[in-house]
């Protein structure tokens, strides 16, 4: 990531046990601290040998502490990156996961049609291209309204876009505003610090599984 330009804030080490010393490296405050983490002399199985040999000898990373969780990232000096600002950066990644449910759940991309792997690639690209429209019709309405995108409901945005395009013939600069300011109407919650566990919520049928096309 950072041979591509980009910073990258996560927890270390997930839900393994944690082995942080903040006696090591170089103090930056409070549990705190930046350290060099070298280039392992066995090439990971995981990596090409063009990877690995273009890899750096040695990596500068900072680790800190804050709520309770200890954060590995790419944002080096204090001073440009306080720890609140990390742990606020941190929190948004729950939106990757509404991300996710939207392309999957509410497009309906959790159970691809086709039957052959190119299909389902031109499949699931018809889908990114669907989210990324109704991206762009949320962030229209949302400079409109003066808010930000993702005070806006995606799933509101896609049943006024489908309802529209149903009995909406003319598309014109009233018609556009008019839209713009019903999608900006729904507002979703602001739930900061949600946790939601990892489990199958759907109870199984009692039924056999289908070996057979």
Not at 46 to 67: C, F, G, K
Not at 96 to 111: A, C, F, H, V
Request: aromatic share 8%; glycine share 4%; net charge positive.
């Amino acid at each position: 990531m950072i041979e591509k330009g980009v910073d990258v804030v996560f927890e270390q080490q997930g839900a393994r046990k944690r082995s942080t010393d903040y006696r090591k490296g170089k103090r930056l405050g409070t549990k705190d601290h930046l350290i060099e983490i070298g280039k392992p002399k066995i090439k990971p199985a995981w990596m090409t040998q063009e990877q690995y040999d273009n890899a750096p000898i040695s990596l500068s990373i900072r680790e800190l502490e804050v709520h309770g969780k200890s954060l590995i990232t790419t944002l080096l000096s204090p001073a440009i990156t306080p720890k609140y600002q990390l742990k606020t950066l941190y929190q948004q990644r729950w939106n990757i996961e509404l991300d996710w449910r939207n392309i999957k759940t509410t497009l309906g991309m959790e159970t691809l049609s086709c039957k052959t792997p190119e299909m389902n690639i031109k499949e699931m690209w018809v889908y990114f291209l669907a989210y990324n429209l109704i991206r762009l019709i949320m962030a229209q309405s949302a400079l409109v309204a003066n808010v930000l995108p993702r005070q806006l409901s995606f799933k509101h945005t896609l049943q006024l876009w489908l309802a529209w395009g149903q009995y909406k013939h003319a598309f014109d600069a009233e018609s556009e505003a008019l839209l713009f300011m019903l999608i900006a109407q729904k507002r979703v919650g602001n739930r900061s610090g949600r946790i939601e566990p990892r489990a199958v919520k759907r109870r199984p049928k009692p039924f056999p599984l289908s070996m057979k096309p």
